[in-house]
């Protein structure tokens, strides 16, 4: 049986936010590898690599974390379901212009990092469709339940979903010389958070010493935009971290800082989970 998600609840739920992890699953089927124009490094260059890790403490914190195990470059959980690629998958009639399916980078992507193809030649509408009802569906279904979880608890529901960007994707934000964010908080413009929880999110990374933008580059996508009903009291904020912060971006693997700013995080989660706790900072009043 297919384990297409993770969840790892603390020993008491003390607060209305959920932090998932869609982005970081390493679960790479053989036969998905065998059939690959890339090799393993070359495909995990699209994974949100240890972001996971990162995050493991929020059940310390009162907070549940779920966490994918699906590869992104097997199915995006970031996507809608409905975002299938005609130039991959055979017999999807050609959709109204979407940039991200466009590009390559639907619910089952063609390409990584660089737009380097992933699959040799393309595949069966079959198969796309057993891949999302195997892995997207049950973890979409997870998160909404946690979601409905906190507002049977808490009348309120923060989600806080869990990436992490290439450091190119940032290097011509804030002009030559000029600081560039190390975390970028996206919540489509205001759509998907009241204003006053991401002051407060991004009080949290500041007061951990992190430079810290909004939207841009990135202003979230399908999760943050799905889930994001303020005037619901339910919140989501995506979180982009900088992997130059603590891991070899050419290797794939965690760098000599990756302990110390895990470390670091632990006080930005627990800052973030504290705003969900009853008596508390009330988010949804912001």
Known sequence: MTQAFE????ERRTTSVVFASPHSGRDYPQAFLDRAELDARGIRSSEDAFVDVL?????DHGAPLLRAFASRAFVDLNRAPD??????????????????????????????????PIHRGRIALSEAQGRIDAYWRPYHEALQDLLAESHALFGEAVLIDCHSMP?????????????????????RFGAAASAG????????????????????????????????????RQHAVQVEIDRSLY????????????????RLLRGVVA??????????????AE
Do not use: K, W
Request: hydrophobic share 40%.
């Open 7 to 10: 969840i790892t609840r603390p």
């Open 55 to 59: 995050f493991d403490c929020a059940p």
């Open 83 to 116: 975002e299938l690629d005609p130039a991959l998958i055979e017999g999807v009639r050609r959709p109204v212009h979407n940039p991200r399916v466009a590009s390559g980078l639907g619910v089952i992507p063609r390409v990584v990092a660089g737009g380097r």
């Open 167 to 187: 450091h190119e994707a940032i290097e011509s934000i804030g002009g030559p010389g000029g600081p560039r964010p190390e975390v970028v908080l996206g919540d």
């Open 197 to 232: 929880v991401v002051d407060l999110i991004e009080a949290a990374f500041v007061g951990a010493g992190l430079r810290v933008s909004r939207n841009m580059p990135f202003a979230g996508a399908y999760v943050v935009q799905h889930y994001g009903r303020p005037s619901r």
């Open 247 to 262: 891991m070899d971006e050419r290797l794939v693997e965690p760098s000599a800082a990756f302990d110390d700013f895990r």
């Open 271 to 284: 800052e973030i989970a504290s705003l969900g706790v009853p008596d508390g900072v009330r988010l949804a």
